[in-house]
């Protein structure tokens, strides 16, 4: 009888033991869905994250390449209105010494008449 009541002892001991074994599996299993479960949702998050990421990306490398052509573009018009500075400049120093030789002609023609002018008085004298 002694050995029945040790012998039942140990086996309620053991399914005791067998009872918080299971209920500690099935916590363990549960906190591992949990964790599964929160692994996911953060994965899932961190895939939107780097989808916004890159849609961001490609935005500022479709910003930055607009950027770059207007840049293009500006710099070929500072490029043009310079070379019609250089033209302008050319034609104003081409026109300026055409006044001067006008000028310079002006005042030949000019004294050629006056010596001439001079030379006719002179000789009006003498008749």
Not at 13 to 29: D, F, G, H, S, V
Not at 69 to 81: C, F, H
Not at 100 to 120: F, P
């Amino acid at each position: 009888r002694v050995l029945e009541r040790k012998s039942d002892a140990e086996v309620a001991a053991r399914e005791a033991a067998l009872a918080e074994a299971r209920e500690e599996t099935e916590r363990l299993a549960a906190e591992l869905a949990s964790q599964r479960a929160s692994a996911a949702e953060s994965a899932e998050a961190a895939k939107e994250k780097l989808k916004k990421a890159v849609a961001k990306g490609k935005e500022a490398e479709k910003r930055r390449d607009a950027l770059e052509t207007a840049l293009g573009e500006k710099e070929q018009r500072v490029a043009s209105l310079a070379a019609d500075v250089e033209r302008a400049e050319a034609a104003k120093k081409r026109l300026e010494d055409e006044l001067a030789e006008t000028r310079g002609n002006a005042a030949k023609e000019t004294d050629a008449a006056r010596d001439e002018l001079k030379r006719a008085a002179a000789a009006s004298k003498k008749l």
